[in-house]
């Protein structure tokens, strides 16, 4: 395995852990009410680390867009 796909494979699991994050957080809204706000500020925080995940993803593999793309076009 070359150091590109180490590094790709690297921030994919990176992007997995956040979106778990993401999904944890809002677990604890639910459980958690009276915490909403912060909680809610920081599984925000979660999203917008995802989506700095996903760009520098896609710098460094651009063909990973397309890959994305295709996948948000189809319906089914």
Same mark, same amino acid.
Request: some cysteine; proline content about 3%; charged content about 35%.
């Given at each position: 395995?070359?150091?590109?796909?180490?590094?790709? #494979?690297?921030?994919r699991d990176a992007?997995? =852990?956040?979106?778990?994050?993401? @999904? *944890?957080?809002?677990? +604890?809204?639910?459980?958690?009410? %009276?915490?909403?706000?912060?909680?809610? =500020?920081?599984?925000?925080? %979660?999203? @917008?680390?995802? /989506?700095?995940?996903?760009? #520098?993803?896609? *710098? +460094?593999?651009?063909?990973?867009? =397309?890959?994305? @793309?295709? /996948?948000? %076009?189809?319906? =089914?």
């Amino acid at each position: 395995m070359d150091e590109k796909h180490c590094k790709i #494979l690297a921030l994919r699991d990176a992007i997995r =852990e956040e979106l778990d994050a993401t @999904n *944890t957080y809002d677990h +604890l809204i639910d459980m958690m009410p %009276e915490f909403r706000a912060v909680l809610t =500020e920081i599984k925000q925080d %979660e999203i @917008n680390h995802t /989506g700095r995940l996903m760009n #520098l993803l896609f *710098t +460094l593999a651009p063909d990973e867009v =397309e890959k994305f @793309n295709k /996948g948000m %076009e189809q319906k =089914e």
